[in-house]
């Protein structure tokens, strides 16, 4: 596999990566075979770091260091909530035009932890996709800015009010899930990292990398008229 890279300099590397591709090995998943960070490796013949995690079903902007003090310095950017992500999500139903989620969320080691997402609804729509007793479906395209980093905390998030992101396995909704997986053949969830921002460690320069939509979520968008 070919990664698409969509930021270099000599500190610092981006990928848009695919949904499913794991960021590194995982006893979650032992099925996997590839991982981002051995094939960027191979691909620029360097060692990487990578300065944060996106979930395997999440496509979009990864950022690696190419040493290990900027991965350092890059760590506590992310941990102190200093870089800006910017995400965009399919989810169920006709989501608020703007609102802010604040709802903990409990890791797996049973710790709670104070959780804030702000999300725009983008567009909406209403097709012919049966649903239980209804005829037909809504769907909402939102921007979503997490305030915090919690894990699968998007996810949750949305889960959480009702509006489950399409695709999303355990924490969306099967029927709609399986709407898709057998009337289109799609099972990729739909949650794309669209945007990083953050001051450059090294260059102190603003720094602002976004990566396009994988073609599985630009298929739903054009399938569901977002």
């Given amino acids: 596999m070919h990664l698409e890279i969509i930021y270099k300099d000599e500190y610092l590397v ?23 960070i051995q094939l960027l490796r191979d691909q ?6 990578p300065c944060h995690r996106i979930d395997r079903k999440t496509g979009g902007v990864l950022l690696f260091a190419l040493n290990s003090e900027t991965n350092c310095m890059m760590q506590t950017l992310f941990a102190r909530n200093k870089i800006k992500k910017e995400y965009l999500a399919i989810v169920r139903g006709y989501s608020q035009k703007r609102d802010t989620i604040n709802y903990p969320i409990t890791n797996e080691k049973g ?10 609804t983008l567009k909406q729509s209403e097709v012919d996709i049966p649903s239980g007793k209804f005829e037909t479906s809504r769907y909402s395209l939102v921007e979503v800015l997490p305030q915090t980093g919690r894990m699968h905390q998007i996810r949750k998030h949305f889960a959480h ?30 949650l794309h990292a669209l945007e990083l921002k953050f001051i450059h460690p090294k260059t102190n320069q603003e720094i602002i990398i976004s ?16």
């Fill in 14 to 36: 981006a990928i848009n990566k695919p949904h499913g591709l794991l960021v590194h090995k995982s006893g979650y998943a032992s099925n996997a075979n590839e991982f981002a």
């Fill in 211 to 226: 990566a396009s939509p994988q073609e599985e979520f630009k298929r739903t968008k054009k399938i569901l008229n977002l």
């Fill in 111 to 120: 710790k709670t932890q104070e959780a804030v997402t702000v999300y725009k």
């Fill in 161 to 190: 009010i009702m509006h489950p992101i399409i695709g999303d396995r355990p924490h969306g909704c099967n029927k709609q899930n399986k709407i898709f997986k057998e009337k289109f053949n799609m099972t990729t969830m739909m």
């Fill in 44 to 49: 620029i013949g360097r060692k990487v770091y």
